[in-house]
Each structure stands twice: as C-alpha cells, then as structure tokens.
C-alpha cells in the first residue's frame, strides 16, 4: 500500500506541475495581452480561476496525504500516548465521513446537477460539470490518503509513531 501511496503522490505532483505551469502561461499571456496588445484575450482570466480551484483542491488532497496539512496538536501532545492514538483513529473517521459526504458525494451530485441543466462557461464554453470534477476527485484522494493514514495509525505500536 506504501508504493501505491507513493506512486499515486507522484503523479498528483506531476499534475499539479503540469497545471501549476499552464496557470502562469495563462496569466503571463493574460497580462501580456492586455498590457502589450492593449485588449486582454477574453478567456484567460476565466482559465486562470478554473485552474486555481484545480490546484487548490488537488494541491489540498496531496497535502492531507503526505501530512502537510497545517494543524494544531499541542493540546494532543499533552496526552497520554493511547489517547493520542485514539484522538487520531476519530480525527481519520471524521475527515473520512466529510471527504465522502461533501467532496464524492455533494460534488458529484453538483456535477451531475451542472451536466443535466448544460450549463456552459462564458468565455470557453466549457461545461461546467467538468470544472467541477475538481470536488469529487480530490474527495476520491482524500478517501484513499484517509484510509492509509487509518491504516498505519492501526498498526502502528502505541507510541512509535508520534
């Protein structure tokens, strides 16, 4: 599970690269053309934002799982270290009911939503449903960086892994 943990990080960091490269040519070109051509191209700011929220949440999703996510444990550290692991193994459970919850399920329904009513971009003319796969696919991530984190911190001596 450890290699396709790995695996599956690297290829959400070759994405994200590839995305995070597209913005900035987007928005170079966007400034370029408005600045230097004396009209900004229509669609630029419009795939600017659609690339942001993709970065964004699947940015979010590699961070949760290679546990890079800010967070505030003091107060954990203070206890005992079975208290610790048991406060971990209901944090994993709830972040699990949410990505589920909110991100597979709520944004699937939002993206068969967008899809039935054909609602389409302004200026790219894109369906909106795809911009907003973004949702459930992270959510898809989480679930799975969820459910290995559940895992190790099973297995895992009381103890070993703080």
Do not use: C
């Not at 994200?16 to 408005?34: K, Y």
């Not at 970065?55 to 206890?79: I, M, N, R």
């Not at 459970?93 to 039935?116: H, K, S």
């Not at 389409?120 to 960086?145: Q, R, S």
């Amino acid at each position: 599970m450890l290699k396709f943990k790995k695996w599956m990080t690297s290829a959400l960091n070759f994405v994200l690269i590839i995305v995070v490269a597209l913005l900035v040519v987007d928005v170079v070109w966007g400034v370029f053309s408005r600045h230097v051509l004396g009209e900004q191209t229509k669609w630029t700011e419009e795939l600017a934002r659609f690339l942001l929220v993709w970065v964004s949440l699947l940015g979010g999703a590699v961070a949760f799982g290679t546990k890079g996510h800010l967070g505030v444990d003091y107060f954990v550290g203070k206890f005992h270290p079975e208290t610790q692991r048991l406060m971990a193994i209901v944090s994993h459970l709830v972040v699990l009911f949410f990505a589920a919850a909110i991100f597979v399920y709520g944004g699937g329904r939002v993206v068969a939503d967008a899809l039935t009513m054909e609602q389409t971009t302004p200026a790219l003319g894109w369906k909106m449903g795809y911009v907003y796969l973004a949702l459930p696919i992270a959510g898809v991530f989480m679930i799975i960086y969820t459910i290995e984190n559940l895992v190790e911190t099973l297995v895992t001596p009381v103890g070993e892994g703080e």
